[in-house]
């Protein structure tokens, strides 16, 4: 039986060391040096958000949140390089805190998985992925802002294709060292087992 999944992936790369934004939907890019993981749509009980190092499909890369969806869920995913933290925080449409989860010492973790080759500064593109393969659930990442600045129009995967659908969009030319990301993730539809 082949198991439906429906997660969005939000990627911070290596690509060079210029700073301006650039939106685009594009193809994989770049070295992925952080990665925060929202998956498991359905609510199964398991880990539905992972962060850490590039990759967080291995265990010790991540650290990892049970999170029970809503249809709309806001989210805020932050770095700050003086703390050395990344953090995900999920809120109610009133702004009240329902979950966070926090991953310490980003920069000291990635040199030691990845290597001694990069650095904070070198954080300058983000690509957000929605992977679809739901036949009846449908995501989109809605209001979108990176820093407070409208990143202006949805995230989500085209009405009327046939499942699976990957969409990427890539952010770059972007200082990265010190982000946050903030918008809505919508769900519709019904979501199989991940």
Not at 51 to 59: E, F, I
Not at 88 to 101: E, K, R
Not at 140 to 169: M, Y
């Amino acid at each position: 039986m082949r198991v439906k999944t429906c997660f969005m992936l939000m990627t911070v790369l290596f690509i060079t060391d210029i700073c301006a934004l650039e939106i685009k939907k594009t193809g994989r890019f770049g070295e992925a040096l952080m990665e925060v993981r929202l998956r498991s749509f359905n609510n199964t009980g398991g880990s539905e958000i992972y962060l850490g190092v590039a990759s967080v499909g291995t265990a010790g890369n991540r650290t990892e949140l049970n999170h029970t969806w809503t249809q709309d869920n806001w989210l805020e995913i932050n770095y700050d390089s003086g703390s050395d933290l990344l953090r995900v925080t999920l809120f109610d449409g009133l702004g009240v805190v329902i979950n966070s989860v926090d991953y310490p010492n980003w920069q000291t973790n990635m040199i030691s998985i990845i290597g001694n080759g990069f650095s904070i500064q070198n954080l300058n593109a983000m690509q957000i992925a929605l992977f679809d393969r739901e036949a009846d659930g449908e995501l989109s990442f809605e209001d979108v802002e990176l820093d407070g600045v409208s990143l202006g129009g949805d995230f989500d995967t085209p009405a009327g294709k046939l499942r699976p659908v990957v969409t990427r969009w890539l952010l770059n030319d972007y200082c990265f060292a010190d982000f946050n990301l903030y918008g809505r993730i919508v769900r519709s539809g019904t979501f199989s087992n991940s």
